[in-house]
């Protein structure tokens, strides 16, 4: 692909949060596009919504006995790039979704983004950018939580031997249910990942670490997670993904009920596959239908916080 193919690859994979598309090189090619929009729409079955404990005599008050339910989501994702010169760039976006539960109505949920991204190029492939977000929760139609979120990284993108990220990241969160859950968090990490076969196979692993501070002392906590991720190519068009995470939550504070700290351990597997149903139609580019499965494990010697779920997601994005 060469060095400048290289290049055009690492800001697509930086955007899209290291997700890589079914087709990379038609987002290559796009890549000095000024303007992005994706529309998504998702059907999903969650047989724990609300992380429901595993016994059921640990199950806290006021918890749906049957936690399983159907959703559907709408996601909108829209960002504008404006370059100051060859080596500055800013992009701003906005973005929204909406699920709604089928009987868990409680729950239903609307997430608005709104982000800033500068962006400046040391060499062709080297980067620094800086990342910012605010996040808006509203949970059944009443405020839930603010999020600020801000973030350096510093990325290089090596022809032969991949790309490589160093980050970190400053995180407040307003809680406007719960003011014990106010916290402060932040978190330094490093990620690389290898390509094969003209880059359209992918292979990485990512490491981080970070500390909670929360009003309620209670939350307080440190996090190691261990990421792998990987893409490939499959039969008949198909793209196959892969994401598993482990994160261990050592807690500083011991509950009432704890003889020692509270300790947890999330486990959680991902796999889906993807396929482009319409590469190009008018101002359409890449309908992608995508199958996904995800399991989450938390062991902790919190009993109402030992729990597990299993989801299925089918859902279709476009991009324009």
């Known amino acids: 692909m060469g060095v400048c193919g290289s290049v055009l690859l690492m800001g697509v994979l930086l955007c899209g949060?290291?997700?890589?598309?079914?087709n990379a090189q038609t987002l290559l090619n796009e890549s000095g596009k000024k303007w992005k929009i994706n529309l998504g729409t998702s059907f999903a079955y969650d047989d724990n919504v609300v992380n429901t404990p595993n016994l059921a005599t640990a199950r806290p008050a006021g918890l749906p006995t049957d936690s399983g339910d159907t959703s559907f989501s709408l996601n909108v994702q829209s960002s504008l790039k404006h370059s100051f010169s060859n080596k500055f760039f800013v992009r701003a976006s906005y973005d929204i979704d909406m699920t709604v539960y089928s009987d868990l109505n409680q729950y239903d949920l609307t997430t608005q983004i709104f982000g800033m991204s500068p962006t400046y190029k040391i060499t062709p492939t080297m980067q620094l950018m800086m990342d910012y977000?605010?996040?808006?929760?509203?949970?059944?139609?009443?405020?839930f939580s603010g999020i600020n979120y801000i973030g350096p990284s510093f990325n290089h993108m090596h022809p032969k031997f991949g790309l490589s990220r160093l980050y970190y990241t400053f995180k407040t969160t307003h809680n406007w249910q719960n003011k014990l859950r106010h916290n402060q968090h932040h978190t330094v990490g490093a990620a690389h990942f290898f390509f094969f076969s003209n880059y359209t196979r992918r292979?990485?692993?990512?490491?981080?670490?970070?500390?909670?501070?929360?009003?309620?002392?209670?939350f307080d906590r440190d996090n190691h997670r261990v990421k792998i991720k990987g893409a490939t190519p499959l039969l008949w068009g198909w793209q196959g993904e892969i994401d598993i995470a482990y994160t261990f939550r050592n807690y500083d504070t011991r509950l009432a009920n704890l003889t020692a700290l509270r300790d947890d351990t999330l486990q959680r597997y991902q796999f889906g596959v993807s396929r482009v149903l319409i590469e190009q139609w008018s101002y359409l580019k890449n309908l992608t239908l995508t199958l996904k499965y995800r399991r989450l494990e938390n062991d902790s010697n919190l009993l109402p916080r030992d729990f597990a779920s299993n989801r299925g997601d089918i859902s279709l994005l476009a991009r324009f």
């Open 133 to 143: 977000n605010f996040i808006y929760n509203i949970v059944n139609g009443a405020n």
């Open 203 to 218: 292979i990485g692993i990512d490491y981080q670490y970070s500390t909670e501070n929360t009003q309620g002392s209670a």
């Open 17 to 22: 949060l290291f997700q890589m598309p079914a």
